[in-house]
């Protein structure tokens, strides 16, 4: 991805160079300046959203020439477990990977083919299909078409139909997907309320795993509203989304709905998030009747000087069950990581992580903490440059005194400390 995206730029750049003592004076070259820096942007902004996951949403200014693409997110390595568990980890969590994520992952990637290409009248189509390894899985998540700068009246209006990530949001530090919808269905982005506020919107189904990867009968409908701003660099997204079944479930008579409400505050460099779900938790698809899940989450970065940095994350999620009153439970984490810069290339990361899950109408505490010490080998100088060479150690420990077993039942858990030294690549592209 980054030498298809640099090439092009490279040849402009050389051509420009080449023709410099043709020019006849500076505003000649001024002008060849800034044809360059818009260049590079124009590069920037085509594959921002590619290097993330996220559905790829086009617009009117989408370039098409460049043919197949290939994007994706991986994470591969080996670690040594020297103690009783490789990971650390609180038992029955909410909050995502609770303890932290760094140096406290396990492997697998999602790589993705796209081609992009446009018609006669204008309009900019693109066809993306993603593979992803996870465990002991292979499946296939996206397989969707999209078109934009179909119509004047909205030429950076995006509909799309097929199988997509959908409404994926995430916290980073604790790898926290707090809102999901992904399935098969149809949706559109960007449509235009106004000259900054837009709406997205999607009707899926959940599919169930197999060879005809047919509709389980659970459906929703999401809305998110963007561009609401309070400044240059603060604004507010919201979310509404509503899950209900058809009757293809022979238990029909049982048929409950769903629904999410969620506010993401974006401060700067700092997040507030609020989500509160009913008959549900994470996603709108998995209802639970009189599941309640009410999530606060706060994280963001501040930089000391161009070398030292810290990010910072901190959640509280209170989760009402619904089948089992005795598993209702409150989850507080919290995540830090002082990073240091040492050049363009290498840098040192150090991630302390705490979690606590207590059980509101039972007598347990479930915890665990650990700290990371990473030394990195990354493309570029920042928290955020991949691909990344990444060997780290590993201690914590795990106190966890019961699980949540089956049919109501605790089962038995035991302390568990870790020390691990590993070695692993991470990237997305």
Do not use: C
Request: glycine fraction near 8%; avoid cysteine; proline fraction near 2%.
């Amino acid at each position: 991805m980054k030498s298809s995206k640099l090439l092009p730029v490279v040849l402009s750049v050389s051509t420009a160079i080449l023709s410099i003592p043709s020019y006849a004076d500076n505003k000649d070259i001024d002008d060849l300046s800034r044809r360059i820096q818009e260049l590079e942007e124009k590069f920037d902004k085509e594959y921002s959203e590619q290097e993330s996951q996220q559905p790829e949403v086009l617009s009117s200014q989408s370039d098409d020439t460049f043919g197949i693409h290939f994007s994706g997110y991986a994470r591969y390595g080996a670690a040594y477990q020297a103690g009783d568990s490789k990971l650390v980890s609180t038992d029955d969590a909410l909050n995502g990977n609770a303890t932290g994520r760094l140096g406290n992952e396990g492997n697998g990637g999602e790589f993705q083919f796209g081609k992009t290409f446009s018609n006669d009248t204008g309009a900019i189509w693109n066809i993306d299909v993603m593979f992803n390894h996870w465990g002991d899985n292979v499946e296939v998540p996206k397989a969707y078409a999209g078109v934009t700068n179909l119509y004047e009246s909205q030429p950076n209006l995006y509909i799309w139909a097929g199988r997509n990530f959908n409404q994926r949001i995430q916290t980073d530090l604790n790898d926290y997907y707090w809102m999901t919808t992904d399935g098969q269905g149809a949706g559109f982005n960007n449509f235009a309320l106004s000259e900054t506020l837009k709406l997205d919107a999607s009707f899926v189904s959940a599919v169930d795993s197999g060879p005809d990867d047919s509709s389980n009968g659970d459906y929703a409908i999401t809305t998110t509203l963007h561009g609401i701003s309070f400044g240059e660099s603060s604004g507010v997204t919201l979310y509404a989304n509503w899950g209900f079944d058809d009757k293809s479930d022979a238990n029909s008579g049982n048929r409950i709905n769903a629904y999410q409400v969620a506010a993401k505050f974006n401060l700067d460099n700092n997040n507030i998030v609020v989500r509160y779900s009913d008959n549900a938790k994470d996603k709108v698809l998995d209802k639970t009747k009189d599941q309640q899940a009410l999530l606060f989450s706060f994280d963001g970065s501040y930089d000391f000087n161009q070398s030292a940095s810290v990010a910072y994350l901190t959640a509280f999620q209170t989760y009402k069950d619904g089948e089992y009153s005795q598993y209702d439970r409150k989850d507080y984490n919290a995540v830090v990581r002082p990073m240091y810069f040492w050049d363009d290339v290498n840098s040192t990361w150090l991630e302390f992580g705490y979690d606590r899950v207590d059980f509101s109408n039972e007598d347990i505490t479930n915890s665990s903490w650990k700290v990371t010490l990473s030394q990195n080998i990354s493309f570029g100088k920042g928290s955020d440059q991949r691909p990344m060479l990444r060997f780290y150690t590993t201690v914590g420990d795990a106190d966890n005194e019961q699980s949540i077993g089956t049919n109501g039942a605790f089962t038995s858990a035991t302390k568990q400390d870790t020390l691990t030294v590993g070695a692993m690549w991470e990237a997305w592209w």
